[in-house]
């Protein structure tokens, strides 16, 4: 099949860790099928940084990778306001470059990631081209954006629009039903790990590896600094930590535009020298930070189903996470332990708690391998497709609106 992917949760020249799961999932079904994929980059993000840093100047609009052609077009909307236009805005900043990828080579099936506002330029483009569209949610697109009166109706018409609704846990597969998506529609993904590098180890050769203490508790946070994840509950737990006397050390491994806030939070609460500010790393080292860790800690405020915690797990290293989402599908009963998003007093309870239990190096669940998870998403496109191309004597002319 050739598929087209349009989202702008993918890694870029600015953040190459944004969206990863995405980039994974793309060079998995790269093996066997055609793929292209449409990675907008906000303007203000490309200009300005975003907090992170601005467009290099030896960046390329265009790349292939891994057998995927990569575009990066600028999408341009105005901040904080006229929300609900948003599909619009993405759609006029992406058209042309869209254009000249289809030209190339027609997609079978467009697909998106994030309901609003890439899910609507995925609509509108599936449509242009009589083909089926498939919507991917993660998570905040369905539980927080729908929540904004402005948005919901056109969060709730892209759903309704797709040919097909892929979410990533049982939790969001309800929440979409829930704003008028037909349940047969709808269907609950497994998101793939890297099971080949995602396994248990020696703790202490993992530390010495990083160059960390060998000794004393660690704990672990891995993701994007933005507010939905909740760091900040993180670092007021951690000072509650510290007035406890409780000895430990925290690595937050990643960036996002909120790093700079949250240093000097972390110094204004006196934990300069018990939490440190990793930044982004590689994939392939993320296994030793999971297997040098006691406990990973995701405070979110929303999630879908975290690969994070999936990946924790497959190193055999216990979680203290937020009660949402998908979460609760992934802990055990007496292994993992949940708490409500927001509370610091709880979060701090639960970390040591899980500590002092003694519940590091449990044994690895197994996960689903990126190969396993494109596999089983091929087997959602592929009636789709047949049923168009059934309902289709011949190809349709491309047409691309003009507004």
């Not at 954006?145 to 979410?167: E, G, K």
């Not at 406990?295 to 009660?323: D, H, K, M, Q």
């Amino acid at each position: 099949m050739n598929l087209l992917f349009v989202t702008n949760v993918f890694p870029n020249p600015i953040d190459p860790t944004k969206g990863l799961f995405n980039y994974y999932l793309a060079r998995a079904l790269a093996g066997e099928h055609d793929v292209s994929v449409v990675a907008p980059i906000s303007w203000i993000d490309e200009l300005c940084g975003g907090g992170l840093r601005p467009w290099p100047k030896s960046a390329q609009r265009t790349e292939n990778r891994d057998g995927i052609r990569l575009d990066y077009p600028r999408y341009y909307y105005p901040p904080k306001i006229l929300r609900s236009r948003y599909g619009e805005f993405y759609w006029h900043s992406i058209r042309r470059r869209v254009r000249r990828v289809i030209e190339r080579r027609r997609p079978d099936v467009v697909l998106s990631f994030w309901a609003h506002p890439d899910g609507e330029a995925a609509v509108r483009i599936a449509r242009d081209c009589n083909v089926p569209a498939v919507v991917v949610v993660g998570g905040s697109d369905v539980l927080l954006l729908a929540n904004d009166p402005s948005r919901r109706p056109r969060v709730a018409s892209v759903l309704r629009s797709a040919d097909a609704v892929v979410a990533v846990s049982s939790d969001l597969c309800s929440k979409v039903r829930q704003l008028g998506v037909r349940p047969e529609k709808v269907h609950v993904w497994n998101r793939g790990i890297d099971a080949d590098i995602f396994s248990p180890g020696d703790r202490q050769a993992a530390r010495a590896h990083l160059r960390l203490e060998t000794t004393g508790q660690v704990l672990l946070w891995v993701g994007r600094m933005v507010a939905v994840k909740g760091l900040d509950t993180l670092l007021d737990a951690c000072a509650i930590l510290r007035r406890q006397q409780f000895a430990f050390r925290l690595y937050l491994v990643g960036d996002g535009p909120l790093r700079s806030r949250l240093e000097k939070r972390s110094c204004a609460l006196g934990l300069g020298d018990t939490v440190s500010f990793v930044g982004p790393r590689l994939h392939d080292e993320l296994p030793d930070w999971y297997r040098a860790a006691d406990l990973t800690v995701l405070p979110s405020r929303s999630e879908g189903l975290p690969n994070v915690l999936r990946e924790s797990s497959a190193c055999g290293t216990p979680f203290v996470a937020s009660r949402v989402g998908g979460v609760p599908e992934l802990a055990c009963e007496n292994r993992q332990r949940l708490v409500t998003p927001g509370d610091p007093v709880e979060l701090a309870s639960a970390i040591v708690n899980a500590l002092e239990a003694g519940e590091c190096q449990l044994p690895a669940r197994r996960q689903s391998s990126w190969s396993d998870s494109a596999n089983a998403f091929v087997r959602i496109l592929e009636p789709l497709v047949s049923r168009r191309e059934a309902q289709s004597t011949a190809p349709p002319a491309l047409e691309f609106a003009s507004t």
